[in-house]
């Protein structure tokens, strides 16, 4: 690793750095300077302006925008979120309970989206053109384009109507077994897994088949290279960088995706948490969850870049 | 000498060949298809109506389909193809408005920066980077939590989450044609930079930048049926697909159609799209693999 | 003595969007073993296609449609995949065109080099990387022992080539298909690389089939030569009686067209006193200016120049040298860190916004490329119309007669304004290319490479063209070319750079005649003739060069000092250059006069003059 590259990844960090400092700002800028007055809208129509005046003392509204800002970033910062309106608790409290299960679903979908997506991805793209490439092609296109409630739906009514063999409910506690497990979570990352898998599979393909086209792997097949070890040995050395940005972009999509999905199956996670306040207008509790929400989001993005920094060929063996 | 080169024929067939397409071409047109169709609905749907929309017609709630009910009744007993009919001129209405609009703002940013000193498209960058990097749905949840939902808070809230997407494929495209040699020779010609944005790169980028359009509009048609699928998007009584789909979601142990029927609505329109674009594409990608 | 490969009525088909378009009409040829053929063409030839087909390969959209492809005694055509797996990089192997894409950038050159021969069994790897090493040595490879641990990125073109090569004969095979194996490297570069292709060809008995659109080229390196256009074979003979008497009127042309210089004389007595362009001190380059508003990365370093009225000069150099980008200032498409340019009396702006309009009409640019120089979705027409309404304000009859006389002007049918670029062949988009130039009545033409990626025979007929417009016109040119045989043929001075140095400016008579810079010798002498036998007796490079110490920590030093052969250690790595004119009017960047020079290089010019006189 010489200084270039560290300079590089440096330079992505410093950069994701000061994209979530903007993105708080504009976060903030929508959920508590926009809106108007929340010392009004909290009392109603009818309060008298003292009690709004003092109200809004109480809450710090009387500061300038940008101080509040300060303060807010300050407290994030330090760990204290804020109370919960809704639920009458600090919201990090709140958040601890519901973290796990999310993250709990998100590795479950990440362990079982992964292998199956690269195995369709790299065999499609070795089969380009033929019969199953087409149907994959097909399916993988549809699967991307369809709502996620649309795969959800569909999946209880064959799994859990129709055969009965899964509960369209899912509760993540007290999992004893792991056929309980099985049941518990088979639905949700079922469809969780079904528009990842596409997407990822969709990207592997175009990365892998982006190698296939080039010069050196005709070169190889002119050197009597047979087309197992021409993907194995040379075009996937080179695919590394722009498949792990299909992974960890596809899993980005998890964050999206999450929201539906444990609202279809009434799944505790922080992603129905997170809808439940956005119901409730609990603003403490919708800015917490956003800004844990976009700082995974950068974070994967950023995994993807740094995966594209150090796969290049140029930089790793300089 | 003059003669040989009138002779020779422009591009030879060794360099009119690119990738052989994958999946066959009636798929496309099946994609073109499904869009018409759904276009149609969305304008005439309410005509077609059977029955007004907000009307219960029947005594039984999630009827399955029947001559009367051609798509069966929803949890209050109300005709379900009545209410596609007029719940998609929702969800195609706004997706489309709002899609061209993030494509148009997009696309104008995009060219803007192009042709403006290096500051102004450092700043432009910077901020659709950092709009780029909320999800979609994370925007439109707080936007919803702050300012309740309106029609016009759907539009604005997809065109600003949209919006970066399309600057940023629209930007690298306009900066790679900007290097082009003929926009040199314009350039050098002592052209004006709305001239240069306008007439010489715009219309090459015209047909990306609807392709970009279209992948965008399913995209907004699935951010928009989400946000009503949590209760969150367009408001009682109006219903898009995605209100059908949560409003029946009580018919889901059943089966009932009421509540598959506007999801795979909501399917079919963005998987046509999606196949018509994606045939749309990879003829493009044939053509350019030629020159 | 029976024939080694035979190729009978072979057809190759594209599979176009259209249906199937025969793009190798059924050619024959045959070749005995131990022999060298050159299939020569121009794009869209084939030739590419029939090399492949010797592989019994086609490529992604073409189809071996039919016809036998004899090697030695397998019919590749009738082989399955499988066998023919194991025939590639075995008997039969392939080097090609690009080596810098050829290789997996992600692998060690050793590596790449051995594995075929590994996967067909032809030794253990110990066996396999001593030979390679050998090769490298023999391929005249810098440190042959080590080469092979290093990544494609980390090798020269070149050398990269040559070690392609070393990949392609690790396995004895029957047959070598070489395919336009220099094309992509600089002259000087491409003559050291086809000495060392030469001698092992010849060394290992090889029989080889040489792919190239360069009849000088293949006048070294083949035995027999195969013409081909529009995938048909127009002529084949052995090299000698081809090149002396061509039966076919294409070969005529493609002979005549290979040495511009040769048929095409630039008009005199048009260039007056009277300077038009005048360049000074001129430094500029690419990436963040530092504290003294210095680029990073610089291009061009303290460049004098001076364009009269009416003339043309011309401007040489390999990839890198900064030609380029001299013109791309002139243009004001890049603005300079230091020095200025005068235009006509005025001081012309370094950057866009700087100039006048009466400025942007008087210097016209006309690039290299011109697929990209024309905006594809206007018409000829609308092309040719912008510059006539924006600099001279015509409508309606006036502008369509201006456009027509611009398309007779550059000997275009009138009726081609209706067309849209795609529409046009290479030749005829660049005739476009330079009516909008001319569109401008323009005093000064910046022309890019213009011929470069043309055919020989079109290029030809641009020069000519280019002459023409000159005598009828008097426009100036600032001509900027790889080619030094090109340059010669267009224009009154040339100007030679190396590493964005201007290392020799002289008329075009002084290039004539040694002394020259040490570079420009290389220059000359490295450009194929189209004579047998050229390559052996031209003696240039390959040779050691004089050791040399380090170098002094001074700014100004000889850029060409790592590769003169000339270089005198203690003056040449220790004070910089001065400008010194030597016999024949040059101006030179070197250490030695006139007197050192001749004592190199008198030797080689004498036979090489033959050439040009």
């Known amino acids: ?318 | 000498m003059n003669d040989l080169i009138a002779k020779s024929a422009p591009a030879g067939p060794e360099l009119a060949l690119g990738k052989v397409s994958h999946g066959p071409s009636w798929l496309g047109l099946v994609g073109a298809a499904m869009c018409v169709i759904w276009l149609l609905v969305a304008i005439f749907g309410p005509w077609l109506a059977p029955h007004p929309v907000g009307e219960v017609i029947s005594d039984n709630v999630f009827d399955s389909l029947s001559a009367a009910y051609p798509l069966g009744t929803d949890y209050l007993g109300r005709d379900m193809l009545s209410r596609i009919l007029v719940g998609a001129r929702f969800t195609v209405g706004l997706a489309l408005i709002s899609a061209v609009l993030a494509s148009t703002l997009g696309t104008g940013c995009a060219l803007l920066s192009v042709v403006s000193p290096k500051w102004l498209d450092e700043v432009i960058s910077r901020l659709m980077d950092a709009f780029i990097s909320i999800p979609s749905k994370m925007l439109a949840l707080i936007m919803v939590s702050a300012f309740g939902s309106s029609v016009l808070l759907l539009i604005c809230t997809a065109v600003l989450s949209f919006t970066p997407g399309a600057f940023r494929i629209a930007r690298s495209m306009a900066v790679n044609i900007e290097a082009l040699e003929y926009v040199q020779v314009a350039r050098t010609r002592g052209e004006r930079r709305l001239y240069i944005a306008c007439v010489e790169i715009l219309p090459n980028m015209l047909n990306p930048v609807l392709t970009d359009l279209g992948l965008r509009f399913g995209f907004i048609v699935l951010l928009l049926s989400g946000m009503s699928f949590l209760g969150l998007g367009v408001q009682p009584p109006d219903a898009d697909l995605g209100s059908l789909v949560r409003e029946n979601i009580g018919g889901l142990n059943q089966g009932a159609p009421a509540i598959v029927i506007p999801a795979l609505a909501i399917g079919t329109l963005t998987i046509g799209v999606n196949l018509f674009i994606d045939r749309l594409s990879s003829r493009r990608s044939r053509r350019a693999g030629g020159h | 003595m029976s024939d080694l490969i035979r190729v009978e009525d072979l057809r190759v088909v594209a599979c176009g969007e259209r249906g199937e378009v025969e793009i190798v009409k059924g050619v024959s040829f045959s070749l005995a073993k131990g022999e060298v053929l050159a299939l020569i063409g121009e794009s869209g030839s084939g030739k590419t296609t029939i090399a492949l087909a010797l592989l019994g390969y086609a490529r992604r959209g073409c189809r071996l449609a039919g016809g036998v492809v004899q090697v030695g005694e397998h019919d590749m055509l009738a082989l399955s995949e499988n066998e023919l797996q194991g025939l590639r990089g075995n008997r039969v192997s392939y080097i090609a065109q690009s080596a810098a894409a050829a290789f997996n950038p992600a692998k060690k050159l050793i590596d790449q080099v051995v594995e075929g021969a590994l996967i067909h069994g032809l030794g253990s790897r110990a066996v396999l990387e001593a030979k390679a090493i050998e090769l490298f040595r023999d391929l005249a490879l810098p440190d042959p022992d080590h080469i092979g641990q290093r990544y494609p990125h980390q090798v020269s073109g070149g050398q990269l080539q040559r070690v392609m090569a070393a990949m392609a004969l690790i396995s004895d095979p029957l047959l070598v298909v070489l395919d336009e194996p220099t094309t992509a490297l600089d002259v000087t570069t491409q003559i050291d690389v086809l000495r060392a292709f030469k001698r092992v060809v010849r060394e290992r008995g090889a029989t080889a089939v040489y792919v190239s659109h360069d009849l000088a080229v293949v006048a070294q390196m083949a035995d027999q030569i195969v013409v081909l256009n529009g995938g048909q074979i127009f002529e084949q003979s052995a090299t000698a009686p081809l090149l002396k008497a061509p039966a076919h009127e294409y070969t005529r042309s493609l002979l005549l067209a290979a040495r511009p210089d040769t048929t095409i004389r630039p008009p005199c007595g048009i260039a007056e006193e009277t300077p038009l362009l005048t360049i000074q001190g001129l430094t500029a380059g690419y990436g963040n200016k530092n504290m003294q508003g210095m680029p990073a990365i610089r291009v061009l370093e303290d460049i004098d120049l001076t364009v009269r009225r009416g003339q043309a000069i011309g401007v040489i150099g390999e990839s890198g040298s900064g030609k380029s980008t001299l013109a791309r200032v002139v243009a004001g498409l890049l603005t300079p860190a230091l020095g200025g340019l005068t235009f006509d009396g005025q001081p012309l702006g370094g950057s866009l916004s700087e100039r006048t309009d009466e400025q942007f009409r008087r210097i016209q640019m006309v690039f290299q490329n011109a697929d990209t120089a024309l905006n594809p979705m206007h018409s000829v027409g609308t092309i040719l119309s912008r510059p006539l309404k924006m600099y001279f304000g015509l409508k309606g009859a006036a502008l369509r007669e201006r456009i027509g006389e611009l398309l007779d002007l550059v000997r275009l049918p009138r009726a081609m304004a209706e067309r849209r670029p795609n529409e046009l062949s290479g030749g005829q988009k660049q005739r476009v290319n330079l009516a909008r130039a001319l569109a401008a009545k323009p005093d000064l033409i910046l022309c890019d490479e213009v011929t470069s990626a043309l055919d020989t025979v079109v290029g030809a007929a641009i020069l000519e063209l280019l002459r023409d417009l000159r005598q009828q016109l008097g426009v100036s040119y600032l001509f900027i070319s790889h080619d030094i045989s090109t340059v010669r043929a267009l224009c009154d001075d040339i100007v030679v750079m190396y590493s964005g140095h201007k290392v020799q400016a002289g008329t075009r008579q002084s290039f004539a005649q040694a002394p020259f810079h040490p570079y420009t010798d290389l220059l000359i002498h490295s450009v194929p003739e189209l004579q047998q036998g050229w390559l052996e007796n031209c003696g240039t490079t390959c040779g050691t060069l004089p050791p040399i110490g380090a170098k002094a920590n001074v700014p100004e030093l000889c850029t060409f000092l790592s590769r003169c052969p000339v270089r005198v250690d203690g003056l040449c790595n220790h004070t910089a250059p001065n400008r010194r004119i030597i016999d024949g009017g040059s101006e030179i960047l070197c250490h030695h006069d006139s007197a050192e020079l001749l004592k190199t290089q008198r030797d080689l010019t004498t036979m090489s003059l033959g050439a040009y006189a």
């Open chain 1, 1 to 318: 690793m010489n200084s270039n590259t560290l300079w590089l990844i440096g330079r992505r960090l410093g950069a994701a750095v000061v994209t979530l400092l903007i993105v708080s700002m504009v976060v903030f800028a929508i959920t508590a300077v926009l809106p108007g007055d929340a010392a009004q809208q909290a009392l109603g129509q009818f309060a008298t302006p003292e009690q709004v005046a003092a109200l809004r003392l109480k809450l710090g509204l009387d500061q300038p925008g940008v101080v509040r800002y300060l303060h807010w970033l300050m407290n994030l910062l330090s760990g204290d979120m804020g109370q919960s309106v809704s639920n009458a608790m600090p919201v990090s409290d709140l958040m601890a309970g519901r973290v796990p299960n999310t993250l709990m679903l998100a590795a479950v979908t990440a362990l079982v989206s992964v292998p199956v997506a690269l195995i369709l991805g790299i065999g499609s793209a070795m089969g380009r053109g033929g019969r199953i490439d087409s149907f994959l092609s097909f399916v993988t296109l549809a699967l991307v384009a369809v709502p996620e409630f649309l795969v959800a739906t569909l999946a209880v009514l064959i799994f859990a109507v129709n055969l009965g063999w899964l509960s369209a409910l899912s509760y993540a506690s007290d999992i004893t077994s792991p056929l309980q497990f099985l049941r518990t979570y088979a639905l949700p990352v079922m469809t969780l897994c079904c528009v990842i898998v596409a997407q990822m599979a969709r990207m592997t393909r175009a990365a892998v088949i982006d190698q296939l086209d080039s010069a050196y792997v005709e070169m190889a097949r002119l050197k009597g290279v047979s087309p197992m070890r021409i993907v194995l040995r040379h075009a996937l050395p080179n695919a590394i960088g722009p498949i792990a940005n299909a992974i960890a972009l596809s899993l980005s999509y998890l964050l999206g995706g999450v929201v539906i999905v444990e609202t279809i199956f009434n799944y505790p996670g922080i992603a129905s948490l997170m809808v439940d306040a956005v119901t409730n207008r609990d603003m403490a509790l919708v800015q917490a969850c956003t800004m844990l929400f976009c700082t995974a989001y950068l974070g994967l993005v950023l995994i993807a870049d740094l995966c594209a920094i150090l796969s290049n060929p140029r930089l790793r063996n300089q």
